[in-house]
């Protein structure tokens, strides 16, 4: 047997993350997500459709590290306000964007601001 056969069949089939476990055959499922502790339910199932959406598009996340640099980014803008988490999740979910941005003002609110 050579050495590469002998490494290739070594290898151990285990979670990378505790966060998040992939499908040892193919690293496009996501099978199991954990959220933060300072998540509600509704925060969750919005950030599992921002994962569900992203997979329709043919962008999923699909490591540990693009995993938790979403969370990072939805929690430095929003803080510790699980309020605009929610905002800022559903703004995402409604243009279908693949990342997050600060919450946008309507056009009104924008008018009305300048007069």
């Not at 050579?2 to 998040?20: D, G, H, M, Q």
């Not at 043919?58 to 510790?80: D, Q």
């Amino acid at each position: 047997m050579a050495k590469a056969e002998i490494f290739r069949y070594s290898l151990p089939v285990r979670p990378i993350c505790p966060t998040l476990t992939l499908n040892p055959f193919g690293m496009n499922n996501l099978i199991h997500f954990d959220a933060p502790a300072t998540w509600d339910s509704e925060t969750e199932d919005l950030f599992r459709e921002f994962l569900q959406m992203r997979k329709a598009k043919r962008k999923p996340l699909v490591t540990p590290r693009g995993l938790r640099g979403r969370i990072k980014e939805l929690e430095a803008l929003s803080g510790a306000n699980l309020d605009l988490k929610k905002k800022i999740l559903i703004q995402t979910l409604e243009r279908e964007w693949l990342d997050f941005y600060a919450l946008k003002d309507d056009k009104q609110d924008k008018w009305t601001k300048m007069l």
